[in-house]
């Protein structure tokens, strides 16, 4: 049977364990089309493993396990290796399917012909975490954070940039581009993939009509408090932000500003 699609989870401690279980619950009763699920853990300790393993043997997923904590970049690119379709879905294990998400998503890439495509993301209380990343002018942020479910801005088929979070990718583009840049390890691998993806005339897009929830920051934490906990992944953060900076320096951010995203 031809899989529609291959669903990549990157996971990573003791956090991840029920995070994974409740995800892999969620995608069971979610996804219709035939698929595969991939998960990754980043180097957690063995009875972390030991624990996933029995989880994804019960869910019928297969398990993949870094030696050392090498990112979010990295993590993902070990999924993608081994994927067996034309279609991957990137899916962190905080985020939860609203309706069949990953069938929607494989189908409407394929439909329209997009290189990479991302959806609607919502807090648990259902307003908006993601519709379309934006460029600041020093960072890079999601339109419509914590605005309506159905703010205007987030219910639309557009080009713009999308979060990593939830993320489908035909398989031609990593044939294409490469996989993602592992210089990045946890920030903005995702916006660095989608630039790619554009400059290599793959269309991104970002899919409104398509929905999902995720709880922002279960692993990491979501405040600046509770990211300050997990110093390395701080340092690695503001060393992948400025292999960013050095890496498209001259390339004109600013056609992703907020106002060119309405």
Not at 29 to 56: K, M, R, T
Not at 101 to 123: F, K, S
Not at 128 to 138: D, L, M, N
Not at 196 to 218: D, K, Q, S, T
Request: proline residues 3%; charged residues 20%.
């Amino acid at each position: 049977m031809r899989l529609a699609y291959s669903v990549i989870i990157p996971t990573y401690g003791e956090a991840g364990v029920e995070l994974t279980r409740g995800c892999l619950d969620s995608l069971r009763s979610s996804c219709v089309f035939p698929h595969e699920v991939i998960v990754v853990d980043d180097g957690s300790a063995d009875e972390v493993v030991a624990a996933l393993d029995e989880i994804c043997e019960l869910h019928g997923a297969t398990l993949l396990h870094s030696e050392e904590n090498l990112g979010f970049a990295a993590t993902c690119n070990s999924g993608i290796e081994k994927m067996s379709s034309n279609v991957a879905i990137l899916f962190n294990n905080d985020a939860r399917p609203i309706g069949p998400t990953c069938d929607y998503l494989a189908e409407a890439i394929v439909a329209v012909g997009a290189g990479v495509m991302g959806c609607r993301l919502l807090y648990p209380n259902y307003t908006i975490q993601h519709a379309g990343v934006f460029y600041t002018g020093r960072y890079f942020d999601h339109i419509a954070r914590h605005g309506s479910r159905y703010d205007p801005r987030a219910i639309a088929i557009r080009p713009r940039l999308v979060t990593g979070a939830m993320m489908a990718i035909q398989a031609t583009v990593f044939q294409s581009i490469g996989l993602f840049d592992e210089r990045f390890q946890c920030a903005v691998e995702d916006v660095d993939f989608c630039l790619r993806a554009i400059e290599g005339h793959m269309p991104v897009l970002y899919n409104g009509l398509i929905e999902a929830f995720h709880f922002e920051g279960a692993t990491r934490g979501a405040t600046p408090q509770e990211k300050a906990a997990h110093q390395t992944w701080t340092l690695r953060e503001e060393l992948g932000m400025q292999a960013f900076a050095d890496k498209w320096q001259g390339f004109d951010l600013f056609q992703f500003s907020y106002e060119r995203s309405l």
